[in-house]
């Protein structure tokens, strides 16, 4: 009992280390909550007070200008569904492919897997091309227009795919040799046995394959001309461009008043429409992605 008391009594220097400690992360949680306060009281603010006033955490002129602007209309709401949809359905396709083939490339037991690891490696160094890619899905594959064409062309990222090989190689043999003796076929070992056990894995890569679909615009701006497609990365980024063309008109002599239109509070605006279901998501997968870091750094 006195060795355990011993134990849990804390002494003057490490009392100290413990306060410096807090001191330090509260410092460092102000620090990242203070620029994200900023952005939302921009985006609240009336565009020409900005000039008169600079930038507030409280507004000095309340306004919603910025998000009348985002909301005008049901366009943005099409393409909430739009990117909702292709970062839910893009996510889980993207973990079950990669998944099916990062396992037969972690077992060793694969013929030509060394080969295979190789071309999957190459891709990461060198690619195709824009021309030769464009051709490849517009006119031979033909998915223009269609919301797959945002989903299938980034099913598999090369560099996710091998965190996960090197997380499944982690995992002991004994676990699919005994279920391999019970008759448990290898697609069964995978979603029986490997993927149960791979929970930190897949919830730390799936946060990467959901950020990557929900922040993605490219595509769209290359293969999408139909407005009920548009993600909502996309539809955001034209109204910005829209908004920077008026601007320009005005400078240019052409007679529009732009004092109170959105520019910098769009921006701001923006950033808290696209973040905040990211911000909403993503407690509900921080304890697996906290146990999820260390992911494809240990190999068996």
Known sequence: MEATSKRKHK?????????????????????????????????FTKESSIADYGIRIIPKAFSTVAYESLFKGSQIWKSYGVTIFVTVVGTFLSLVFSAMMAYPLSTGRLKLGGKINFFVYFTMLFGGGLVPTYLLIS?????????????????????????LRNFFSSIP???????????????????????????????????????????????ALLYISDSNLYPLQFLIMRIS????????????????????????TLRMATAIVTIGPVVVFY??????????????????
């Open 11 to 43: 002494t003057k220097g490490d009392l100290s280390v413990d306060v410096l400690a807090s001191v330090i992360g509260i410092l460092f949680a102000l620090a990242c909550l203070i620029p994200f306060l900023y952005v939302i009281g921009v985006s």
């Open 139 to 163: 006119q031979y594959l033909r998915m223009t227009n269609t919301i797959w064409v945002l989903i299938i062309p980034s099913l598999i990222s090369p560099w996710n795919m091998f965190l």
């Open 173 to 219: 043999d004994s676990l699919s040799e005994s279920a391999r003796i019970d008759g448990a076929s290898e697609m069964t070992i995978l979603f029986k046995v490997i993927l149960p056990v791979a929970k930190p894995a897949l919830a730390t890569i799936g946060l990467f394959y959901a950020l990557g679909y929900w922040n993605a615009w490219f595509n």
């Open 241 to 264: 461009k829209e908004i920077e063309a008026i601007k320009e008109a005005a400078k240019q002599g052409v007679n529009i008043a732009t004092n109170d239109l959105p520019d910098l």
């Open 283 to 300: 407690p509900f997968v921080q304890k697996y992605f906290t146990s999820g870091l260390m992911v494809g750094s240990v190999k068996g």
